[in-house]
């Protein structure tokens, strides 16, 4: 289990209350850290839709960025995550439009406050994707390449007599990869994901990716707000749950030993145990969506 700063300091002291503080405060601040995610790319290329899946919304659900064939975002627009509002995706404008002309667009979306970029695209990487890359470079903030619309591809190409999935992937990939090369991205890394099937393709690499590159405390923050699109996600989600569960729990029984005034643990009580019910739910629908035949189990276990 991982330690708590300051609890085993305050215990060794027998001061339960300043350990019951500390725990307290630990568990607000991993509710509290802000992660935001800045996706960019050309109109149409899949952004809104991405932001949707991402935040487990449908296109037309209430709170959903506006998607289509014609729609255009001209500003850049916050979307909070629903559970976790802390965890903010960006839905930018495109690059190198009249208003947003490539050498000032990072300074007109506000690049400070980004943890790092997603770059989008739908058929080949542009010189202004490039553009905006060196621009990030600068700043010395990460970035990702998603081709987008990867089911789209897909469907086409199975029409072929000899059409193979892992083939046609690969020749997706390298050609973005060379296409990004030969604009002078170094290693680029590229991602092939479809927003209405995030659980196929590289998706669930792209998260591994993020997960590996970001600071520890970012790191819960983006597991907590993940779709719940595979089995190691929800296993991971499970861990840090349990994690939070023990502080809970010790954190109650410091209460309940020594009365902090001003402790309030009921709530996040309350919001545990809801969860805990979704969590059965979510893994039920997974394992049926799959055709695992694996009994439900107790996240708890
Ligand atoms: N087949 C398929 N279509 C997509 C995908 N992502 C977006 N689209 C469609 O592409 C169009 C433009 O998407 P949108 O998200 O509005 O692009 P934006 O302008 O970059 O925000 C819409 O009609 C979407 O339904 C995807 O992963 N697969
Ligand atoms: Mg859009």
């Given at each position: 289990?991982?330690?708590?700063?300051?609890?085993?300091?305050?215990?060794?002291?027998?001061?339960?209350?300043?350990?019951?503080?500390?725990?307290?405060?630990?568990?607000?601040?991993?509710?509290?850290?802000?992660?935001?995610?800045?996706?960019?790319?050309?109109?149409?290329?899949?952004?809104?839709?991405?932001?949707?899946?991402?935040?487990?919304?449908?296109?037309?659900?209430?709170?959903?960025?506006?998607?289509?064939?014609?729609?255009?975002?001209?500003?850049?627009?916050?979307?909070?995550?629903?559970n976790y509002?802390?965890?903010?995706?960006?839905?930018?404008?495109?690059?190198?439009?009249?208003?947003?002309?490539?050498?000032?667009?990072?300074?007109?979306?506000?690049?400070?406050?980004?943890?790092?970029?997603?770059?989008?695209?739908?058929?080949?990487?542009?010189?202004?994707?490039?553009?905006?890359?060196?621009?990030?470079?600068?700043?010395?903030?990460?970035?990702?390449?998603?081709?987008?619309?990867?089911?789209?591809?897909?469907?086409?190409?199975?029409?072929?007599?000899?059409?193979?999935?892992?083939?046609?992937?690969?020749?997706?990939?390298?050609?973005?990869?060379?296409?990004?090369?030969?604009?002078?991205?170094?290693?680029?890394?590229?991602?092939?994901?479809?927003?209405?099937?995030?659980?196929?393709?590289?998706?669930?690499?792209?998260h591994?990716?993020?997960?590996?590159?970001?600071?520890?405390?970012?790191?819960h923050?983006l597991l907590r707000a993940m779709p719940n699109i595979s089995l190691e996600i929800i296993d991971k989600k499970k861990k840090t749950f349990k994690r939070r569960?023990?502080?809970?729990?010790?954190?109650?029984?410091?209460?309940?030993?020594?009365?902090?005034?001003?402790?309030?643990?009921?709530?996040?009580?309350?919001?545990?145990?809801?969860s805990r019910?979704e969590f059965?739910?979510l893994l039920?629908?997974y394992?049926?969506?799959?055709?695992?035949?694996?009994?439900?189990?107790?996240p708890?276990?």
């Amino acid at each position: 289990m991982e330690d708590v700063p300051g609890v085993k300091e305050a215990l060794q002291k027998n001061n339960n209350a300043a350990a019951a503080a500390k725990i307290e405060e630990n568990l607000k601040q991993q509710n509290n850290i802000p992660l935001n995610i800045a996706i960019t790319g050309e109109s149409g290329s899949g952004k809104s839709t991405f932001v949707n899946a991402f935040r487990g919304l449908c296109d037309d659900e209430e709170g959903a960025a506006p998607t289509g064939v014609v729609e255009t975002t001209s500003e850049v627009t916050e979307y909070p995550h629903p559970n976790y509002p802390n965890v903010k995706l960006w839905d930018l404008p495109g690059i190198g439009t009249t208003k947003f002309p490539a050498k000032k667009y990072l300074k007109l979306v506000g690049f400070e406050k980004y943890d790092f970029f997603i770059i989008i695209s739908a058929t080949r990487f542009t010189e202004n994707d490039v553009k905006l890359t060196q621009e990030i470079q600068k700043i010395k903030k990460k970035f990702y390449f998603v081709r987008s619309k990867i089911d789209n591809d897909i469907n086409a190409e199975r029409r072929k007599r000899d059409f193979n999935e892992e083939k046609t992937l690969k020749v997706i990939r390298d050609d973005c990869v060379h296409r990004l090369r030969d604009l002078g991205v170094e290693s680029p890394q590229v991602f092939l994901v479809s927003s209405f099937e995030l659980h196929l393709y590289d998706f669930s690499l792209l998260h591994e990716t993020l997960d590996r590159d970001l600071p520890e405390h970012k790191r819960h923050a983006l597991l907590r707000a993940m779709p719940n699109i595979s089995l190691e996600i929800i296993d991971k989600k499970k861990k840090t749950f349990k994690r939070r569960l023990y502080w809970l729990s010790a954190l109650s029984a410091a209460v309940v030993a020594v009365p902090v005034p001003g402790l309030s643990i009921a709530v996040d009580i309350a919001v545990l145990v809801k969860s805990r019910i979704e969590f059965k739910i979510l893994l039920l629908t997974y394992k049926h969506r799959n055709h695992l035949r694996i009994q439900p189990e107790d996240p708890l276990q």
